[in-house]
T-cell receptor, first 114, second 114 residues
Framework: SQTIHQWPATLVQPVGSPLSLECTVEGTSNPNLYWYRQAAGRGLQLLFYSVGIGQISSEVPQNLSASRPQDRQFILSSKKLLLSDSGFYLC?????????????FGSGTRLTVV | GESVGLHLPTLSVQEGDNSIINCAYSNSASDYFIWYKQESGKGPQFIIDIRSNMDKRQGQRVTVLLNKTVKHLSLQIAATQPGDSAVYFCAVSGPNSGYSTLTFGKGTMLLVSP
């Protein structure tokens, strides 16, 4: 069966510090991978998605970047965090688009920038 | 593009009642719809999905209804239980995005009183 791992679960970082959040998927190959951010009391905002190694699509221009160094690994990064980067970050994967599978989400990372 | 809205930010029901959560979408080309449940501090969990070639689909205690004419879908939860308390999101996809991305609504918080 497929599983998705996301870590860390919580993170408190000072303004201006770097960020690296990692997400890995097991039990499948060539998944579509996604990073979402959820502000408190709000919906899900798509940040990045990837349909293959080295292929990254950015939905919202901002202080963050994403990379996919391996088929089942997706990394969210920032060189210098802003206060506005605080939020709940969710990684998700989906299978081949033609099969129309919905996303499976990770457990999320609560990021607080202080 | 696609925008997805929900009619109510919060829905309060009594235990045992039936709950109905609504969602409207804007793109008539959208043809794949999903409902997610998100408990506090966790990632969204898949509940049920429906394709546009169906008007109704049933799961365990849940039913999704799709009205393509008015671009509206609903989630019905039968005999609502305290464990159903969560935020519910509808999500929409279609050929315009190659099914590679989902557009999420803002969410409805369901509060179940004993």
């Amino acid at each position: 069966s497929q599983t998705i791992h996301q870590w860390p679960a919580t993170l408190v970082q000072p303004v201006g510090s770097p960020l690296s959040l990692e997400c890995t998927v097991e039990g499948t190959s060539n998944p579509n991978l996604y990073w979402y951010r959820q502000a408190a009391g709000r919906g899900l905002q798509l940040l990045f998605y990837s349909v293959g190694i080295g292929q990254i699509s950015s939905e919202v221009p901002q202080n963050l970047s994403a990379s996919r160094p391996q088929d089942r690994q997706f990394i969210l990064s920032s060189k210098k965090l802003l206060l506005s980067d605080s939020g709940f970050y969710l990684c998700a994967w989906s299978a081949d688009a033609l099969r129309g599978y919905g996303y499976t989400f990770g457990s999320g990372t609560r990021l607080t920038v202080v | 593009g696609e925008s997805v809205g929900l009619h109510l930010p919060t829905l309060s029901v009594q235990e045992g009642d039936n709950s109905i959560i609504n969602c409207a979408y804007s793109n008539s080309a959208s043809d794949y719809f999903i409902w997610y449940k998100q408990e506090s501090g966790k990632g969204p969990q898949f509940i049920i999905d429906i394709r546009s070639n169906m008007d109704k689909r049933q799961g365990q205690r849940v039913t999704v209804l799709l009205n393509k004419t008015v671009k509206h879908l609903s989630l019905q939860i039968a005999a609502t239980q305290p464990g159903d308390s969560a935020v519910y999101f509808c999500a929409v996809s279609g050929p315009n995005s190659g099914y590679s991305t989902l557009t999420f609504g803002k969410g409805t918080m369901l509060l179940v009183s004993p």
